[in-house]
């Protein structure tokens, strides 16, 4: 077992383990959600939603809200650039069953923060404090906070946006440590990390870059109360059980295949059999890798219109 592993306290609310699946948007949908809780993920986050959608009774706002009962716990996370959006989605996602409301403020996507949302937050001290106390104040629930360690490389921010977070009354705090310029690249800035985590009381999960055991284990002796996990667990939902039982296991291609026709099982009982099929095309490079012939595995899938053709085309690999 992985000395590391352990029950995670936020607020009032504990989890099982402190190995957390991140949000990932058109990705971490209750059909993978669902699945990394059988794999080990002691709390889900769900795609991040817009708050301002959810308060304008935006359709897929409100659908993107629903909460199988099979996929607690799970965190509903939400983005927007007002407090009283930001108050009145985490009162829809409590509503909805969320355990935990998690804030956005690290998404470095220009979409998102043309909107005054994510890690544009970052530079905008009271305008995010406001947020999160909005949000406190809003639900019975616990809040979390994630972001960035900063905007720009060098510009570290994390101890500021811990402080934010401690002050205005979030039970944690999820930190990416990476810069918000970086995206997704590069390695994590595990120093930076442990100057956050040492600058504040609550909780600070750390997240970025995390696919294997190592890596997991490197984090951790940061003094993080936890480990969130992204694109690590794409095509590998048992990094989770991996990580918890502390050995090192590729992820074998047999396994990985009949894990993902569950997964497209899945997809098409929760959208239908087109809109199931079309959101498992998005990750099937993650889940077919490692097969001889992947690529021609891939191609074939890419032309499947029925899960019954998905079963056959399975059938042989699995």
């Known amino acids: 077992m992985n000395k590391f592993v352990k029950p995670l306290a936020a607020g009032k609310f504990t989890a099982e383990?402190?190995?957390?699946?991140?949000?990932?948007?058109?990705i971490t949908d209750a059909p993978f959600r669902i699945m990394c809780l059988k794999c080990g993920a002691g709390i889900v986050c769900a795609e991040m939603v817009s708050a301002r959608g959810v308060d304008m009774e935006n359709a897929k706002s409100l659908r993107m809200l629903k909460i199988d009962k099979r996929e607690r716990p799970v965190s509903m996370q939400i983005f927007g650039s007002s407090a009283e959006d930001i108050a009145s989605a985490a009162r829809a996602a409590q509503a909805a069953g969320a355990d935990i409301i998690d804030i956005n403020a690290g998404c470095p996507v220009k979409k998102i923060n043309k909107a005054g949302?994510?890690?544009?937050?970052i530079k905008q001290e009271k305008l995010l404090a406001e947020i999160v106390r909005a949000a406190v104040k809003a639900v019975k629930i616990p809040v979390t906070l994630k972001t960035r360690i900063g905007l720009t490389e060098g510009n570290f921010a994390g101890d500021k946006l811990a402080q934010i977070a401690e002050n205005e009354g979030a039970a944690a705090l999820v930190m990416h440590a990476r810069y918000a310029s970086r995206m997704h690249s590069g390695p994590?800035?595990?120093?930076?990390?442990?100057?956050?985590?040492?600058?504040?009381?609550?909780?600070v999960i750390g997240n970025g870059g995390v696919t294997n055991l190592g890596l997991a284990n490197k984090m951790f002796e940061t003094g993080v109360a936890g480990v969130m996990i992204g694109r690590g667990a794409l095509g590998n939902p048992r990094i989770f059980e991996q990580i918890a039982a502390g050995r090192e296991t590729p992820p074998e291609p047999r396994q990985k295949a009949a894990d993902y026709l569950d997964i497209i099982k899945e997809n098409v009982k929760f959208y239908g059999e087109k809109t199931g099929l079309a959101r498992a095309r998005k990750t099937t490079g993650y889940w077919l890798g490692g097969f001889p012939d992947a690529g021609a595995l891939r191609a074939e899938f890419m032309k499947i219109t029925t899960l019954a053709q998905a079963e056959e085309l399975f059938k042989n690999i699995i």
């Open 117 to 121: 949302a994510g890690c544009v937050l």
């Open 188 to 203: 994590a800035d595990l120093d930076a990390l442990c100057k956050a985590v040492f600058s504040c009381k609550i909780p």
């Open 17 to 26: 383990n402190n190995l957390l699946l991140a949000p990932m948007a058109g």
